[in-house]
């Protein structure tokens, strides 16, 4: 059985062949690298939430065996927003989370479908991305079009790959614990990348810039710098959610994104300048 996906009703997304088809003009298709395919695959599987660079390292190559560096990351997504660009989606539908992560925009529509039938690629009608996006493949590739078959496997199976009970099911648990503990991956990815990046030459906390603007059914709540009027309001309208939790994590952390209708609460049972544990919850508000 094969997955593929229509994306916002005009472009066809085969991940099996990581080839993207305007539907409207079916000759007209780009053909992704293997990676910026499965780059793709993933955030569309987890529409509505971010993937971290790290988790995303870890799906797309890692967990098959390849060792790769942050470079090759960069690389395949600037490839894949270019081959977005190309198929008339733009590179926009990505959206850069600043030092969190990718997720899809908003307002991007993807509809699952399942099919057994064979996609067939035209290389005379098609639009290769490689790492210098250069619009050109082997001899051997045009002479031999490609007939791609869906796989049994995870749709992240790598072509001509044995089949290895024992890589499935590692295949499996992990995707299981990142699915169980996104939340706590996405506040751990922003402390660590901040830590790295920061110029501050005292190496002062992150959340000491918060300002603490009042106690509330036990909660104390800090906001982060740089909030409007308006943001504050509604950044602590969501604040009714979590009341009855204050006794077991009174310490309250809300980071509003300028320009972003996004909002982040980290609620801890001890202040981040002492050990503790803590839960994130991330709201992605609609525009209207």
Known sequence: MHNHYIINDIIEFHPATSTLRELNDTENIVMLNSPAGRCLLLLINRQGSIVTQNEMMDVVWEQSGMQVSPNTYYQNISILRKGLKKIGLGENIIVTIPRIGLTLASDTHIKKLSTEKMVEIDHGNTHFMSKDDEGTTSDAAVKNPVVARAEISSEFTQPNKPFNLAFIRKRLSLKFIILTGIYTFVVLSFLIVFAANSDDANHRRFFD???????????????????????????????????????????????????????????CDAPMSKLNTCISDYFFETNK
């Not at 800090?222 to 009341?243: C, I, T, V, W």
């Open 209 to 267: 810039k918060y300002n603490e603007i009042s106690t509330h059914n036990g909660c104390k709540i800090y906001l982060s710098n740089g909030m409007s009027h308006d943001g504050r309001e509604k950044a602590l309208s969501y604040m009714q959610r979590f009341e009855a939790a204050c006794a077991s994590y009174p310490w309250v952390y809300i980071t509003r994104f300028p320009g972003l209708p996004r909002t982040s609460i980290i609620r």
